[in-house]
């Protein structure tokens, strides 16, 4: 041959082997409405995991999505994850989690794809400007209950592998589609078949992705890390049944009188967490991710008035931002038992029950915090010299999950929000919870990335949720432009 031509030749490959994001970014708009019309199809479902008479619904969703992706030439399956037991004792079918796989080359990564197709309860009388299962277009922004949380990245991530196929592309990786339809409830039954099939449905995935979340501004973001959740009932039991204050009020001690006591004593008006314990467990704050929180875009005003409140607990962002995602905090919910309705009632409660939560994050441990608020709470309790009983019980037990954001995984990312919104984004935290990722991470052991497209201003388990005509289609460019870049990954990195 001919070392002259060697150079041409080279060219040539590459220019072969280019990645042709240009016309998969041109598909996508050519489509956006056939795009649009689907999450329209998906949100008429009322497929609310809450409402046990909506559960038809909620298999029906499950039916529509395995379809879509049958009809795509995945392989599909609908698994069973059993029975949801019912407070009445009475049990009833959870819906079927969809698996789905496009692709089993081993030459390839193989990244698969998380996401839940179930949403929080809404009703027009709510507040709602639109009926919540008629999606409404207005100035460029898609209204209805799941447009952003969780029906819109689902479909982005479906319609970028679809984008591929309409090509007549290879995917550059592998695909595999884990969608469920109990989230928005504590995912009942998912971290049994996580389990279950983690020598083979999982076996040969080599990143998880997420998409269950949104950007902190109106910049694009990578989210690295979320906060765990501790949520405790604290019930104190006094008189045998309710009484009339004015008859045995000031010759009783009142259970909620105790109740209120007890809790004063979580948190200070400052927001300084009381319990002995919580506040030593939490790891430092360190030089670098200071500098990270500094560079990060974040209106401090903007997020006050968003708000509605006069002033916030931390007047910079760097405070601000870190008690939102890396330092726990208390927050009492609410009170069971006790009279709440309108109008006056003058009752004495026998028994109240308050509901509360610390969010938990890195080095936290569930079960430590469990010991440290029970204990806790039983020596303040004693002082009272009550003679009524406290109950304290743990009901949900989450524990945070941190990335690393120097794993090949976010330099993908990097690399494909530059291509596609030609910035680089924000390296953020969610202050909220989403248990599966440390699911993933403890059960199955594989690199997990969080990948948002929803926008900050997007109304998750709020009146008029919304998902922007913007958001969905360049999310489902980006999820297009990140399986390239995830191609790109040595395997020797995985």
Not at 78 to 94: F, H, R
Not at 186 to 191: E, I, M
Not at 302 to 316: E, P, Q, R
Request: hydrophobic share 40%; glycine share 8%; aromatic share 8%.
């Amino acid at each position: 041959m001919n070392l002259q031509t060697v150079p041409f030749i080279l060219l040539v490959i590459s220019c072969c082997q280019a990645f042709p994001y240009t016309e998969l970014a041109q598909y996508v708009d050519d489509h956006q409405e056939e795009h649009v019309e689907v999450l329209r199809e998906w949100v008429a479902i009322e497929s609310d995991s809450s409402n046990i008479l909506r559960r038809p619904d909620l298999h029906r969703m499950m039916e529509l999505v395995a379809e879509k992706l049958r009809l795509m030439g995945g392989m599909v399956q609908l698994v069973d994850i059993g029975e949801q037991e019912l407070p009445s004792g009475q049990t009833i079918a959870l819906p079927k989690v969809v698996t789905a796989q496009f692709g089993s080359d081993p030459s390839k990564h193989t990244v698969c794809v998380y996401g839940h197709v179930d949403v929080q309860p809404a009703k027009l009388e709510d507040g709602w400007a639109t009926n919540p299962y008629n999606l409404t277009d207005i100035n460029g922004n898609l209204y209805g209950r799941g447009t952003s949380d969780n029906k819109a990245p689902v479909l982005a991530w479906i319609h970028a592998v679809q984008s591929y196929q309409a090509l007549s592309m290879d995917l550059p990786v592998n695909v595999k589609f884990l969608i469920e339809g109990m989230e928005e409830t504590g995912s009942n039954g998912l971290d049994s078949m996580i389990l279950a099939q983690r020598d083979t449905f999982f076996s040969d995935v080599d990143y998880i992705i997420i998409s269950d979340c949104g950007w902190l501004s109106r910049r694009p973001a990578l989210t690295y890390g979320t906060r765990g959740n501790c949520y405790f009932f604290a019930e104190v039991e006094g008189p045998k049944q309710d009484l009339h204050s004015g008859v045995y009020g000031g010759t009783v001690i009142e259970p909620m009188t105790d109740l209120i006591g007890i809790l004063d004593t979580l948190i200070s008006p400052s927001g300084k967490i009381l319990i002995p314990g919580i506040r030593e467990a939490v790891a430092p704050l360190s030089d670098e991710e200071w500098k990270m929180y500094q560079d990060i875009e974040f209106d401090v005003d903007n997020y006050k008035n968003k708000t509605g409140v006069s002033h916030l607990m931390y007047n910079n962002k760097v405070d601000l931002l870190a008690h939102r995602w890396r330092y726990p905090t208390v927050s009492i919910h609410g009170i069971e038992g006790a009279f709440s309705d309108s109008g006056t009632k003058t009752v004495i409660p026998a028994k109240v029950t308050a509901k509360f939560s610390i969010r938990q994050v890195p080095d936290m441990d569930p079960a430590a915090v469990k010991k440290q608020v029970t204990d806790y709470l039983h020596s303040v309790f004693a002082k009272r010299k009550s003679p009524n009983k406290l109950k304290v019980t743990m009901v949900i037990g989450a524990k945070p999950w941190l990335a690393d954001t120097k794993h090949p995984l976010y330099e993908a990312g990097k690399a494909a929000i530059k291509r596609v919104f030609n910035v680089d984004p924000d390296l953020i935290r969610e202050g909220g919870t989403i248990p599966i990722a440390r699911t993933f991470q403890d059960v199955t052991g594989k690199s997990i990335i969080m990948m948002p497209i929803g926008g900050f201003d997007d109304g998750m388990h709020s009146q008029n949720e919304k998902m922007s005509r913007y958001n969905y289609l360049e999310g489902t460019k980006l999820f297009i432009a990140y399986l390239n870049e995830v191609a790109q990954i040595n395997k020797t990195s995985v």
